[in-house]
């Protein structure tokens, strides 16, 4: 079907045949991937070579391409379908959102106000919560909350589980009114005003309930040891504050207490003790010293206890002394009308002197130890001074009976010139009542000096006006010596006690008037002995010759005397019991003679030459 070379070569360059198909022979279509893909194409499409096809070659490709184009417009069609229905949505929506906008623009002028007024009730609502906030905390800090309300206004009384919740909300609302006068002192006085009122009255309120529950607690303090909880010492400190309140709370105890005191007053009286070793008091009434020493002991100590109990009772209470003395007095004034039914019976079995005043100063001593923790000013310690003074007015009734009782008594003085048995009886009962001074309890002691000397000199007077009328019957001497004796045992008595000097005193000078005759007489015996007694009856004068010549045998009389100079004692004198008494009345005898007769010797020569020198009497006798 293709030419050789050598028929190419002989046809003619000059047809056009051969010019076209040199040119494609020249083009190098073989090299040209493009061509070749065309051709295969083209062979595709006409599967003979064939003039024919080669021919018609251009209306193959034309019906070729018309059925490609047709195909592809027929799957054109397919997807314009879904692209016009996705143009239309797309259209719609579109619309919608032309729409849309239009009414958003519209809402959005129509609602600006609305945002407005939502963003000032934002700023509203952050502002109410801001004051939320602050109504909240300052709720925390001036108001009760409900539950605390409700507990002070409640109309049920006040249980004692309740009481510290109570007392809780006492304390918050002390803080509260803290806290509220803080505001007086800023910009927000009325807001403090109306705080502090708030709570003035809840505060009354909590102090009402307090103040019953308190009162109830103290009305059963009926036991022998009250049971006092720590609570109710709280409560009592709260009350402290008002002090109406706390009086009447303290009437309440007291008033329980004093039914307790004296009920347990009344058993110790008359019933044995629980180990049944403690016998009643009442079996010592035969001896009214112990009889009435047990039971203010009893009253003492259990006092004392009461003390403790109202101690612990207003420990966190700033108590006036006076108030918390008044209450301990009206705790044992139950005990007044059982003590003077007691003390009659005491005073109805007739005690004697010494029991009366030991009696006495019992009453005297437990009037003064319990009036510092009582006062004095109440009925108890009006009931023991009473007492006292009735006691001591038997006492000194008593006392008085029986000195006049030994004074009456008309007894012989003995020889020895002692005292009588009935001054020597009412020296013992003196002795005794000192000796109670002493050993008994010592109240006070100015007290004590003053019922001392009261009690001594009431019985020394007596003494000495007896003795003086025992007295009276006897020689000058005898009586001297007997007042001497009497007088010297009195001193001698009350030396040994204290608060007696004044009457030691006082004794000491009726001794030195009564030593002063006896060494009167005492020289003038003196005289006697010696034939001296005519120159003491002439004194100092001068001695006519008779006189001097009387003088011999006296000098002879002088020197026996001097001999035996401590035997010549006048003998009453030697009846003096004090061994110092007596050695004092020789001692001033001797001294009185000798300054009489060295007063002679020196004014008279005569006398001087026949009489010893004064010198050797002062050596002998001194």
Not at 343 to 361: T, Y
Not at 576 to 603: K, M, P, Q, W
Request: overall charge neutral; proline content about 3%.
């Amino acid at each position: 079907m293709t030419a050789t070379v050598e028929e190419r070569e002989s046809i003619p360059a000059t047809n056009p045949v051969v010019k076209k198909v040199s040119k494609i022979l020249e083009s190098g279509i073989d090299l040209d991937n493009d061509a070749i893909e065309a051709i295969h194409a083209v062979s595709e499409v006409i599967p003979q070579n064939t003039i024919s096809a080669r021919r018609n070659l251009r209306s193959s490709l034309e019906k070729r391409s018309l059925s490609l184009t047709l195909e592809f417009l027929e799957e054109a069609k397919k997807i314009q379908t879904p692209l016009d229905h996705l143009a239309e949505t797309v259209k719609q929506i579109s619309r919608n959102c032309a729409e849309m906008r239009e009414r958003l623009s519209k809402t959005k002028s129509e609602t600006s106000s609305l945002i407005e007024r939502t963003k000032e009730l934002q700023d509203e609502n952050n502002k109410l919560n801001l004051q939320h906030k602050l109504y909240k905390a300052f709720a925390q800090r001036f108001t009760l909350s409900d539950r605390s309300n409700d507990l002070l206004h409640s109309k049920d009384p006040l249980r004692t589980e309740e009481v510290s919740e109570l007392l809780e909300i006492v304390a918050q609302i002390d803080q509260i009114g803290s806290n509220a006068k803080i505001l007086l002192r800023t910009k927000e006085q009325k807001a403090g005003l109306d705080v502090m009122e708030i709570m003035a009255a809840s505060e009354e309120a909590a102090f009402e309930k307090i103040f019953r529950w308190t009162q109830k607690e103290c009305r059963a303090m009926t036991h022998d040891v009250p049971d006092i909880s720590l609570k109710l010492t709280s409560a009592i400190g709260i009350l402290s504050r008002r002090k109406f309140l706390l009086k009447y709370v303290l009437e309440e105890y007291t008033g329980a207490r004093r039914i307790v005191f004296t009920r347990s007053f009344i058993d110790v009286l008359t019933k044995p003790g629980k180990d049944s070793s403690t016998k009643p008091i009442e079996l010592h009434s035969h001896d009214p010293v112990r009889y009435v020493g047990d039971m203010l002991a009893w009253i003492h100590q259990n006092l004392a206890s009461e003390k403790e109990y109202h101690d612990i009772l207003l420990k966190d209470v700033e108590i006036e002394d006076e108030i918390l003395r008044n209450s301990l007095a009206s705790t044992a004034q139950g005990l007044c009308r059982p003590l003077k039914v007691r003390f009659d019976q005491v005073v109805a079995n007739e005690p004697d002197a010494i029991a009366l005043f030991k009696v006495r100063s019992l009453l005297k001593y437990y009037h003064t130890t319990m009036s510092q923790r009582i006062g004095d000013a109440n009925q108890f310690s009006a009931c023991l001074e009473d007492a006292a003074v009735l006691f001591n007015k038997l006492f000194f009734t008593t006392l008085q009976t029986s000195l006049s009782l030994y004074s009456e008594r008309r007894e012989n003085v003995c020889r020895n010139l002692l005292p009588t048995p009935s001054v020597m009886k009412t020296l013992q009962l003196l002795e005794h009542i000192l000796r109670s001074f002493d050993v008994s309890i010592n109240y006070w002691s100015d007290s004590k000096t003053e019922n001392v000397r009261e009690v001594v000199d009431l019985v020394v007077t007596s003494l000495v006006q007896s003795i003086q009328l025992i007295a009276a019957p006897m020689n000058l001497m005898d009586m001297a010596v007997f007042l001497v004796n009497s007088l010297h045992r009195i001193k001698t008595t009350l030396a040994l006690y204290q608060s007696t000097d004044d009457k030691i005193e006082q004794l000491s000078g009726q001794i030195e008037a009564q030593l002063d005759t006896i060494v009167n007489e005492q020289v003038s015996y003196i005289f006697v002995q010696t034939d001296l007694l005519f120159l003491q009856q002439k004194g100092t004068g001068t001695l006519t010759t008779s006189e001097l010549k009387r003088l011999h045998p006296p000098s002879n009389a002088l020197n026996s005397f001097l001999v035996k100079s401590d035997a010549v004692v006048f003998s009453p004198a030697r009846h003096t019991s004090s061994t110092s008494l007596c050695g004092f009345v020789v001692s001033r005898s001797f001294t009185s003679f000798i300054a009489f007769y060295e007063d002679l010797v020196n004014h008279s020569t005569a006398v001087a030459q026949i009489l010893r020198p004064p010198e050797h009497l002062k050596q002998i006798l001194l």
